[in-house]
């Protein structure tokens, strides 16, 4: 119901939104059922003169299986929701597909045929954005830096590590489904597979101070092509790097010491 | 059972009238011990807090629904502000008003009414509760008259932002917020033990566990889920102050602190105590149903056992708060699981509720009004959380407005509609005159649509991608769509409603106050014991010479081959 709303974007997106349907069948159901016997009670039960009330407790077995039938019930939809539910965050928060992956390419109609790596830093109030370069490396001379945009390929697989330089912030990108937050001090790695162009919004979601409200970002997804030639006309401005510093400080925004990174358990 | 304090001050005004017992001012309204006086200043001071909270709600919907204008009464929202206002919406809502009313006002009203004793076991300590209450609330209201304003870090404060002022901006404000929320729980604690030690201990004579009302039960249940969980939350309240004061750095990253220990702590706290004001609520729900339905309690050991079950499972789900937050995913999936079993006893004690209506014979007066309306609401916002818990669909909804709105349909039934249920209830025991049925009505439904109006279009802009916490949603080129503004102000005209309705509560009481009919001792031909007593009951409750004695269960209405239909728990056979 979700992609009535919100595009789907990411390979997890529908995943993630079928879960939200699952939910939201199993819940509606039981939400109508119950508010339909609740209304049908009071409306047949009202208070009519000379009829009297019957004197039940609720310990005849005849009676309570009319609460343990639908309790029983009840604990069969958690199952089947906890199944969904745990299987979807498997794949989208605790794995990390590689290129090729069959799980990722099966399940998930993802091309994935290459990775892409992206270090994403947050700070009161901006998101900054850090590629690797030719290299594959962070940290490197061939580095590129930006800020307020992401750029990313489509049909990729984008690992990502997110850090937040002073206080907690979220990473959310509504139209990928994917939402996780920056602690300082800490690393969180993580992945996305972008399925189409286009600009979305990149949003914080976790309230980050004075100017929480505004601090917003963008994520463009290219072809590949496109990306490489951003990321060859950016190479030039990003040797630049110093202007940005300026807009980044006090500390040194890229140079800041990387935390050792968290465990992100693999499968 | 009687105190011994209370033997040697009152002994002699139970069997005379008040009259040459005359109290001065100062002990009758600022050092009575006595819990009904203590219940109604809770009672008034929750009010007028919710009054300050509903305000800042005013403000920042009128901001979100039409934003940069100058709210009538404010003025213009600046970014800081809006942060200040949500924050202490939350706070004073959930620590100011739902806690204090709930608990400790209706606790202290009728716990001691209905087990059939004199007062509290401790009325001192209780006295000193409420004075702890009164200034933790000052200091609240204080802090935001301080320079750069009140706390804007969220009601949850997660550090590093309310523990360092150069990245909150608020230097004093986020130090006044939690000392006085530290002080709340104190004044809370106190209660607690009082509500505990009261209905195990001063039960009228005849009176077995199974035949107390369904009420006392929950604020028990509920005072020792508080008494259990705050622990935490208050060493962690203590080390954030030191953080914000003398530079420790428990929750800095940099100097070896971690911000994700508050973020346990404080959950570890702050889910049980969504059960410490629910169950409270559900109680006043029971006994109200009972009564105008004229039924027994449908399986009331049923009921007493999944609350059981609910407070335990309640200290097992706190990191569904958490799931995106950073922790070790893997967690997330237990979490999961705890989450939705919680579900089942939740569900089981609605279905208790609605099964009791079977073959009633309903009355809809007002507080049967509120009750029904609180098991129809909060289904809505039971069902709502399962779409939170399940870790693979909160990855989208964390900290959408769907969150907002689903918390909002769990806590106002309980803080909001379990209020106006049990002051409507109870309104002629405590002040001996009968409310106003039609203006009573009216408040009603307003009041019902004003809420409903809010929050159901608030589930679809978060559904829409609406995040929160933002002043203004213009920046978001995908969140600038007409539709979504629409729903906004939907929702902002929601709130006003609701604000609107409170006029005619607010008339209901000048009305009852003044013209209202005289209230008999028992109104409603209930059986617990509140409705043996006078309206309003003097000092003391009940006759010093004629303490009650207990002979069945609280609800035996519509008993066969009885003339009336229903049986006084305190009427011999």
Redesign the interface.
Known sequence: MIDWLVPQVSTFAAEIDNVVNLVGIIVGFWFFLTLGVFFYLIWRYRYQPGVPTTYVDGTNPKHKRFISIPHNLILVCDVILIVFAVKAWVHVKQTLPEPGDPSHADHHHGQGEQVDKVRIIAQQWAWSFQYPGADGKFDTEDDVKDVDELHVKRGFITHWELMSRDVLHSFSVPVFRLKQDAIPGRVVNGWFEATQTGTYDLQCTEICGLAHGIMLGKVVVETPEQRDLWMTAHALVGAAAPILALVLTPTQAFDMPTPAPTPTPNK | MTTTEHKHDHAHDHSHDHGHHQQSFFMKYMWSTDHKMIAQQYMWTGVFMACIGGFFAYCFRMQLAFPGIHVPGYGQVA??E??ALVTNHGTIMIFWFAMPVLIAAFGNFAIPLLVGCDDMVFPRLNRLSYQVFLLSALILIASFFVPNGGF???WTA????SA?AS???TTLGSSMWIVAVALEFVAFLMGGINFITTAMNSRAPGMKMFDVPYVVWMIVVASILFMCSVGPLIAGAVMLFFDQNFGTAFFD??RGG???LWQHLFWFFGHPEVYVVLLPAMGITAEIICTF????????K?LLYSTFATGIISFFVWAHHQ????I???M??IF??TT??I??PI??M???F??T????????HVPMLWA?AF??EF??GG??G??LG????D??????YFVLAHFHYTFVPIAVIGFFAGFTYWFPKMYGKMLNETLGKIHFWGTIAGFNLIFIPLF?TG???D??????YD?????TRPELQDLRIAATCGLLLMIASQAFFLINLIVSFSRGKKAPNNPYNGNTLDWTTPSPPPHGNFPHDNMPVVYRGPYE????GRAT?FWPQNEKA
Request: net charge positive; aromatic share 18%; proline share 8%.
């Open positions: 970014p800081g809006y942060n804007g870090g969220a997660y550090p590093p932002l360092n990245y909150s901006m990253p940099s971690d911000p994700i339905a004229r039924k027994k309690l449908f399986g009331y049923t799931f995106i937050a950073g070790d995913p893997r997330a999936n999961t699981v939705l079993i579900s089942i569900a089981e609605m279905f208790l609605i099964a209506l079977f073959g009633g014979s309903i009355r809809f029904l098991i129809g289904l809505l069902v709502t399962i779409f399940a870790s693979g669909a990855i989208y909804f964390h900290d959408t679809f559904a829409w991608g995040h929160r916490r933002i002043y203004n920046h978001f080129p995908e969140l209405y519509g008993v066969p239909d």
